[in-house]
Protein backbone atom coordinates (compact mmCIF):
# COMPACT_ATOMS: atom_id res chain seq x y z
CA UNK A 1 0.00 0.00 0.00
CA UNK A 2 1.14 3.63 -0.08
CA UNK A 3 2.94 5.39 2.34
CA UNK A 4 2.31 8.60 4.34
CA UNK A 5 4.77 9.69 6.60
CA UNK A 6 3.63 12.11 9.72
CA UNK A 7 6.48 14.42 11.34
CA UNK A 8 6.80 14.92 14.03
CA UNK A 9 5.50 11.80 15.72
CA UNK A 10 5.77 13.35 19.27
CA UNK A 11 5.22 17.20 20.58
CA UNK A 12 5.46 18.39 23.96
CA UNK A 13 4.41 22.47 23.78
CA UNK A 14 3.63 24.94 26.45
CA UNK A 15 0.45 26.34 26.57
CA UNK A 16 0.07 29.50 24.10
CA UNK A 17 2.68 27.94 21.42
CA UNK A 18 1.51 27.06 18.35
CA UNK A 19 2.84 23.47 16.80
CA UNK A 20 2.81 22.61 12.79
CA UNK A 21 2.56 18.92 11.69
CA UNK A 22 3.00 17.95 8.38
CA UNK A 23 1.38 14.91 6.43
CA UNK A 24 3.22 13.60 3.09
CA UNK A 25 2.49 10.70 0.87
CA UNK A 26 5.63 9.85 0.00
CA UNK A 27 4.94 7.57 -3.34
CA UNK A 28 1.57 9.10 -5.18
CA UNK A 29 0.01 12.42 -4.85
CA UNK A 30 -2.79 13.42 -2.69
CA UNK A 31 -5.57 15.46 -3.84
CA UNK A 32 -7.22 15.20 -0.75
CA UNK A 33 -6.27 14.44 2.52
CA UNK A 34 -8.39 14.43 5.70
CA UNK A 35 -7.17 15.22 9.26
CA UNK A 36 -8.53 13.32 12.34
CA UNK A 37 -8.20 13.76 15.91
CA UNK A 38 -8.35 10.70 18.90
CA UNK A 39 -8.28 10.46 22.01
CA UNK A 40 -7.63 7.19 24.04
CA UNK A 41 -9.69 4.36 23.44
CA UNK A 42 -11.69 6.17 20.91
CA UNK A 43 -12.75 6.35 17.40
CA UNK A 44 -10.99 8.85 15.34
CA UNK A 45 -12.95 11.88 14.45
CA UNK A 46 -13.02 13.79 11.34
CA UNK A 47 -11.49 17.34 11.76
CA UNK A 48 -11.23 18.15 8.11
CA UNK A 49 -10.87 17.60 4.55
CA UNK A 50 -7.38 19.31 3.15
CA UNK A 51 -7.95 20.33 -1.00
CA UNK A 52 -4.59 20.60 -2.82
CA UNK A 53 -4.94 24.36 -3.96
CA UNK A 54 -8.08 25.24 -2.06
CA UNK A 55 -9.68 25.61 1.18
CA UNK A 56 -9.94 22.90 3.91
CA UNK A 57 -13.35 21.62 4.71
CA UNK A 58 -14.11 21.75 8.60
CA UNK A 59 -16.38 19.76 10.30
CA UNK A 60 -19.04 21.31 12.42
CA UNK A 61 -17.71 22.09 16.00
CA UNK A 62 -13.86 22.74 14.39
CA UNK A 63 -12.44 25.71 14.62
CA UNK A 64 -10.97 26.48 11.56
CA UNK A 65 -9.04 29.59 13.39
CA UNK A 66 -7.52 27.26 15.72
CA UNK A 67 -6.58 24.23 13.34
CA UNK A 68 -5.16 25.87 10.38
CA UNK A 69 -4.99 23.72 7.40
CA UNK A 70 -2.80 24.24 4.10
CA UNK A 71 -2.47 21.75 1.34
CA UNK A 72 0.34 23.86 -0.60
CA UNK A 73 1.05 20.69 -2.92
CA UNK A 74 -0.07 17.31 -3.92
CA UNK A 75 2.09 15.72 -1.75
CA UNK A 76 1.94 17.99 1.44
CA UNK A 77 -0.69 19.41 3.86
CA UNK A 78 -0.05 21.12 7.15
CA UNK A 79 -2.01 21.30 10.34
CA UNK A 80 -0.92 24.10 12.71
CA UNK A 81 -2.56 23.96 15.96
CA UNK A 82 -2.70 27.76 17.45
CA UNK A 83 -2.34 29.04 20.13
CA UNK A 84 -2.43 25.60 21.90
CA UNK A 85 -4.00 24.47 25.06
CA UNK A 86 -3.87 21.46 27.69
CA UNK A 87 -7.00 20.46 25.81
CA UNK A 88 -5.89 20.10 22.66
CA UNK A 89 -3.62 17.55 23.97
CA UNK A 90 -4.59 14.37 21.35
CA UNK A 91 -3.53 11.72 18.74
CA UNK A 92 -3.40 13.34 15.62
CA UNK A 93 -3.60 11.60 12.49
CA UNK A 94 -3.50 12.48 8.70
CA UNK A 95 -4.65 10.23 5.69
CA UNK A 96 -4.28 10.62 2.33
CA UNK A 97 -7.35 9.23 -0.23
CA UNK A 98 -6.47 6.98 -3.41
CA UNK A 99 -9.44 4.19 -3.45
CA UNK A 100 -8.91 3.90 0.49
CA UNK A 101 -7.35 5.75 2.58
CA UNK A 102 -4.06 5.53 4.26
CA UNK A 103 -3.52 6.90 7.29
CA UNK A 104 -0.25 8.18 8.37
CA UNK A 105 1.47 7.09 12.05
CA UNK A 106 0.44 10.33 13.77
CA UNK A 107 1.63 12.35 15.96
CA UNK A 108 1.19 12.75 19.69
CA UNK A 109 0.64 16.35 20.90
CA UNK A 110 0.87 17.30 24.60
CA UNK A 111 0.14 20.59 26.18
CA UNK A 112 1.70 21.38 29.21
CA UNK B 1 -23.86 10.19 12.12
CA UNK B 2 -21.28 7.65 13.52
CA UNK B 3 -21.78 4.45 12.72
CA UNK B 4 -22.33 2.33 15.73
CA UNK B 5 -20.14 -1.34 16.12
CA UNK B 6 -21.06 -4.23 18.00
CA UNK B 7 -19.99 -5.80 20.04
CA UNK B 8 -17.78 -2.96 22.05
CA UNK B 9 -14.69 -6.38 22.78
CA UNK B 10 -14.16 -9.43 21.81
CA UNK B 11 -12.08 -12.10 23.84
CA UNK B 12 -10.82 -15.05 22.06
CA UNK B 13 -8.23 -17.66 21.97
CA UNK B 14 -6.02 -18.51 19.03
CA UNK B 15 -8.19 -20.43 16.46
CA UNK B 16 -11.51 -19.25 17.55
CA UNK B 17 -14.01 -17.12 14.99
CA UNK B 18 -15.26 -13.51 15.69
CA UNK B 19 -17.50 -11.54 13.71
CA UNK B 20 -17.84 -7.74 14.26
CA UNK B 21 -20.83 -5.84 13.12
CA UNK B 22 -21.18 -2.19 11.68
CA UNK B 23 -24.57 -0.73 11.28
CA UNK B 24 -25.72 2.51 10.11
CA UNK B 25 -29.03 4.56 10.63
CA UNK B 26 -28.65 5.81 7.04
CA UNK B 27 -28.10 4.44 3.31
CA UNK B 28 -24.50 3.87 2.64
CA UNK B 29 -22.45 4.17 -0.29
CA UNK B 30 -19.36 1.66 1.09
CA UNK B 31 -18.11 0.67 4.22
CA UNK B 32 -14.37 0.44 4.93
CA UNK B 33 -12.45 -1.25 7.71
CA UNK B 34 -9.21 -1.16 9.35
CA UNK B 35 -7.52 -2.36 12.49
CA UNK B 36 -5.57 -0.04 14.52
CA UNK B 37 -2.77 -1.39 16.94
CA UNK B 38 -2.14 0.58 20.31
CA UNK B 39 -0.20 3.34 19.61
CA UNK B 40 -0.11 3.17 16.23
CA UNK B 41 -1.91 4.46 12.92
CA UNK B 42 -5.04 1.87 11.63
CA UNK B 43 -4.27 -0.17 8.91
CA UNK B 44 -6.39 -0.87 5.76
CA UNK B 45 -8.47 -4.12 5.99
CA UNK B 46 -11.24 -3.77 2.71
CA UNK B 47 -13.29 -1.96 1.19
CA UNK B 48 -17.05 -3.09 0.74
CA UNK B 49 -19.27 -0.80 -2.01
CA UNK B 50 -22.88 -0.64 -2.54
CA UNK B 51 -24.14 -3.52 -5.06
CA UNK B 52 -20.41 -5.49 -4.40
CA UNK B 53 -19.06 -8.60 -3.66
CA UNK B 54 -17.85 -9.87 -0.24
CA UNK B 55 -14.65 -9.27 0.08
CA UNK B 56 -12.02 -11.20 1.87
CA UNK B 57 -8.32 -10.66 3.02
CA UNK B 58 -6.48 -13.54 3.62
CA UNK B 59 -8.45 -15.57 6.65
CA UNK B 60 -10.93 -11.98 7.59
CA UNK B 61 -13.69 -11.33 4.97
CA UNK B 62 -16.62 -9.24 5.37
CA UNK B 63 -20.07 -8.84 3.69
CA UNK B 64 -22.21 -5.91 3.15
CA UNK B 65 -25.71 -5.99 3.36
CA UNK B 66 -27.37 -2.83 1.85
CA UNK B 67 -30.75 -3.05 3.35
CA UNK B 68 -29.97 -3.62 6.88
CA UNK B 69 -27.54 -1.25 6.69
CA UNK B 70 -24.94 -2.85 8.04
CA UNK B 71 -21.97 -4.74 7.35
CA UNK B 72 -20.09 -7.70 9.11
CA UNK B 73 -16.70 -8.29 9.59
CA UNK B 74 -15.96 -12.20 10.06
CA UNK B 75 -12.06 -13.18 11.63
CA UNK B 76 -11.60 -16.89 11.32
CA UNK B 77 -9.43 -19.41 13.07
CA UNK B 78 -7.83 -16.23 14.98
CA UNK B 79 -4.26 -15.13 15.17
CA UNK B 80 -2.38 -13.19 18.00
CA UNK B 81 -1.96 -10.83 15.22
CA UNK B 82 -5.27 -10.09 14.99
CA UNK B 83 -5.25 -8.49 18.04
CA UNK B 84 -6.16 -4.46 17.90
CA UNK B 85 -8.84 -2.22 17.28
CA UNK B 86 -11.29 -2.76 14.50
CA UNK B 87 -13.10 0.25 13.30
CA UNK B 88 -15.45 0.40 10.15
CA UNK B 89 -15.90 3.84 8.26
CA UNK B 90 -18.77 4.39 6.11
CA UNK B 91 -19.36 6.40 3.54
CA UNK B 92 -22.71 8.00 2.65
CA UNK B 93 -22.80 8.85 -1.13
CA UNK B 94 -20.13 8.26 -3.83
CA UNK B 95 -19.14 12.08 -4.38
CA UNK B 96 -17.11 12.61 -0.94
CA UNK B 97 -14.18 10.79 -1.86
CA UNK B 98 -13.18 9.28 0.71
CA UNK B 99 -14.67 11.46 3.62
CA UNK B 100 -15.72 8.54 6.15
CA UNK B 101 -17.45 8.23 9.57
CA UNK B 102 -16.11 6.23 12.12
CA UNK B 103 -17.52 4.01 14.50
CA UNK B 104 -16.29 3.99 18.30
CA UNK B 105 -14.44 0.51 17.53
CA UNK B 106 -13.94 -3.29 18.58
CA UNK B 107 -11.68 -4.28 20.86
CA UNK B 108 -10.15 -7.64 20.08
CA UNK B 109 -7.76 -9.41 22.01
CA UNK B 110 -6.53 -12.98 20.88
CA UNK B 111 -4.60 -14.83 23.28
CA UNK B 112 -2.79 -18.08 23.19
Known amino acids: GAVVSQHPSRVICKSGTSVKIECRSLDFQATTMFWYRQFPKKSLMLMAT?????????EQGVEKDKFLINHASLTLSTLTVTSAHPEDSSFYICSAAQWEQFFGPGTRLTVL | QQPVQSPQAVILREGEDAVINCSSS?????VHWYRQKHGEAPVFLMI?????EQMRHEKISASFNEKKQQSSLYLTASQLSYSGTYFCGTERDGTSYGKLTFGQGTILTVHP
Open chain 2, 48 to 52: LLKGG
Open chain 2, 26 to 30: KALYS
Open chain 1, 50 to 58: SNEGSKATY
